[in-house]
């Protein structure tokens, strides 16, 4: 059938377009749909309303699936801060949201400061002053300001992207809506905790109580449950409470020390704790720890413990971060809370990598203000250490967010017939023999993939928040796809849009919530190579290592390729350059060659890059760094920085530092009394540079 005008295809309903209609259609959903992430979540100035807003996305959306040949990998299901179609908009940090390291020691502390001591190079008669502050237990929020007033706040999330609540944050009466005096930044992000005051958890759990809705198992629960009601009156009729202890983003920053930034706060009217101290040396941190934990019962609001801050900033700035924490501050920890209670059976779970966990089923008990029905019994040879029997009286402790564990056994209170605990020797879920290495305390159950535990729980990793973060398909859900056999390996979820009609016929799911799946599957599609590598689940490989491995080499096909030359020969150099990246050492490097030496691991990958767009790795930090990408060495004395932060400073600057001299090397820079790595690097012919050639060269 022909006609004579062409129909415009934003006009017609989504089913009644052909593919010629659906392709400019598409791109034009597309290039509105960036138009108004860009005005929303950048010039805060939007066009149109949240529904408009959905609507159009859910247009797309429902184009984008009929068509799936059409969708482009830079669509706006790929692209992050899209406004999700319910809930929160995602928020991404300008500046990360970081967290802290932890001491539970004195010792640690000492540790803390030398460490610092040793990377600023100063001399035992430098005073080092910290601000000590208590570690509030609550929801860490950023608020940011421009020309003054408030106008966005959004939850910490993974620390790259939280969501906005900035309605919420509107009714709380300890965010200002405008900071007070004068002299604020043009821009500034505040940083703080929202917490609730153990009277006001009380009287709100009392109401609840009344009202016969389920209480909060503590003031922190309350306080980000809080926070995160989509109806913001709700989050109106609660006491929340804020305190400002950081910053983000700033346009100018004129405050010298933290203690400076802190009385800023105030004069703009936001609160800060008043049992904030100035200390000087470890004995002075050590005792204002000490006064803290004393006053913890009876201070208004729950504390984990204190954190230690440099006060200097031209300091902290030359600290600068590893990983996710800044090497200027740290929190140290009060002891873990304890409680007793009677061990009713030991069961044991399987892991990704196969390994027996024995865990511990009690009877429910309040340990720190949150109900525990399990604990952690780590190993078989703890269970024998502490000879732990069922029906043993337990002790059980639980610090933070941190696993509850079983620390040991009351004697007195053992039932007679308690016997010792046989652990298993082969795998329960699959009937694999379980052995254990030599060395190893760890049993593993040997059926690798053919082991359904491990398979799930492999997936289970590959879909969580920091790997492909795939709404929509918890738990549950990968239990029963893959007992159905509509997914057995990664690849699987992403040819899942085949079996859309086998999904919507199951109990629990309507064609919506398939549709909604499906969605937030296609916007994974396209993933950056750091998340990519974390999802693969190798033995300690993390997040951070994962982010390593990813700005080391780039791109998939180079870090495969590179890998499975590794693999072949641990000997050979691409196993020695693995080895030889800051950070990864033996231990790790020999876990990823082992991975990629199974042959199911490497099919698993090749079928993952036929579904997938696995986006190359940028050294945001490093633009324009003209050592970015370059191999360093550093050999011998420094005058002007410690060896610790000439490596930090390479690395923040896209370099890679590597602890010995090959052909690779890009620059050898030989301080005082350079040694064999630089007779090397001449018979090498390598570039070798002075100190100062190097500051000159990295611009400082
Ligand atoms: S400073 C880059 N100060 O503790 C450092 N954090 O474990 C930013 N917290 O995510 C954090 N009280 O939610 C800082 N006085 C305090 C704090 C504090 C509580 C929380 C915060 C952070 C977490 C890190």
């Known amino acids: 059938m022909s006609r004579k005008t062409p129909r ?160 919420n944050l509107r009714t709380i009466a300890d965010v200002p809506r405008a900071l007070k005096g004068r002299h604020w930044p043009d821009v500034v992000e505040l940083r703080g905790e929202i917490y609730m005051s153990r009277a006001d958890f009380d009287a709100l759990n009392d109401q609840r109580r009344r009202d016969d809705e389920p209480v909060f198992a503590n003031p922190r629960n309350a306080a980000a449950g809080s926070v995160r009601q989509l109806d913001p009156s709700v989050t109106a009729g609660r006491p929340l409470r804020f305190f400002g202890y950081a910053w983000g983003e700033v346009s100018a920053r004129d405050w010298a020390t933290h203690t400076d930034f802190l009385a800023r706060l105030r004069h703009w009217g936001v609160p800060t704790n008043s049992a904030t101290e100035a200390c000087v040396g470890v004995d002075a941190l050590l005792a204002y720890y000490a006064r803290i934990q004393a006053e913890r019962p009876r201070l208004a609001y729950d504390i984990d413990g204190v954190v230690y801050k440099v006060d200097r900033l031209d300091w902290q700035d030359r600290l600068g971060f590893v990983s996710r924490s800044p090497r200027w501050a740290i929190a140290h920890k009060f002891p873990a809370e304890q ?56 002790i059980v402790q639980r610090a933070g967010d941190v696993i509850p564990q079983i620390l040991g056994i009351v004697p007195e209170e053992r039932p007679r017939n308690a016997r010792r605990f046989v652990f298993p020797q082969v795998c329960p879920v699959c009937g694999s023999n379980a052995v254990r290495g030599e060395g190893e305390v760890v049993r593993r159950c040997t059926g690798g993939l053919t082991c359904p535990a491990q398979a799930t729980e492999r997936l289970k990793h590959f879909v969580s928040r920091g790997a492909f973060d795939i709404e929509g398909l918890g738990d549950k859900h990968i239990d029963a796809f893959f007992t159905d056999r509509l997914i057995e390996r990664p690849g699987d979820i992403f040819r899942l849009h085949k079996r859309a009609a086998a999904i919507a016929g199951r109990e629990g799911w309507g064609e919506k919530s398939v549709e909604r799946l499906l969605a937030s599957i296609e916007a994974r599609r396209s993933i950056a190579l750091d998340r ?63 991975f990629f030496a199974e042959t199911h691991n490497r099919d698993t990958i090749a079928d993952l890059a036929r579904e997938l767009d696995v986006q190359d790795a940028a050294r945001p930090r490093a633009s324009g760094s003209p050592i970015a990408g370059k191999t360093v060495v550093f050999t011998g004395g420094l005058e002007t920085l410690t060896r610790q932060e000439a490596k930090a400073r390479a690395e923040a600057l896209g370099a890679n530092v590597a602890g010995s001299v090959s052909k690779r090397t890009d620059y050898v820079i030989a301080g005082s009394d350079a040694g064999s790595k630089l007779t090397k690097a001449r018979e090498l012919g390598l570039t070798i540079l002075t100190e100062q050639e190097w500051l000159a060269l990295i611009g400082t």
Do not use: C
């Open 8 to 167: 415009d295809p934003a006009t017609l309903a989504v089913d009644k377009l052909n593919i010629f209609e659906a392709e400019p259609e598409l791109a034009r959903l597309s290039a509105e749909l960036a138009r108004h992430d860009v005005l929303y979540h950048q010039k805060d100035a939007p066009e149109i309303s949240d529904a408009v807003y959905d609507a159009l996305k859910r247009r797309h959306e429902a184009l984008a699936r009929r068509f799936p040949s059409l969708v482009r990998a830079d669509g706006p299901q790929s692209r992050v801060g899209a406004a999700p179609a319910a809930g929160f908009a995602k928020h991404r940090h300008a500046v990360p949201m970081l967290s802290l390291d932890n001491a539970f020691s004195d010792d640690d502390v000492r540790e803390f400061i030398e460490r610092i001591r040793r990377f600023l190079g100063l001399a035992e008669s430098e005073p080092l002053a910290f601000s000590a502050e208590p570690k509030i237990d609550g929801l860490s929020i950023s608020l940011r300001y421009e020309r003054g007033r408030f106008v966005r706040g959004a939850t910490r999330g993974d620390g790259e992207e939280g969501e906005d609540v900035t309605a």
């Open 339 to 394: 409680a007793r209670t009677r061990l009713k059976a030991i069961g044991i779970q399987v892991g990704r990598t196969g390994a027996l966990t024995p865990v511990a089923e009690l009877e429910p008990i309040t340990v720190g203000g949150v109900v525990v029905g399990r604990a952690t019994l780590h190993n078989e040879d703890e269970i024998e250490r502490k000879d732990v029997r069922v029906g043993d009286m337990v």
């Open 532 to 594: 990519f590598i974390f999802a693969l689940g190798i033995r300690q490989v993390g997040e951070a290592t994962a982010k390593l491995l990813a700005r080391h080499y780039l791109s998939l096909e180079s870090w495969r390729q590179a890998m499975q030359a590794a693999a072949k020969d641990p000997d050979g150099e691409a196993a020695r350059a693995l080895e030889n990246i800051h950070q990864i050492g033996p231990s790790v490097a020999k876990d990823i060659r082992d």
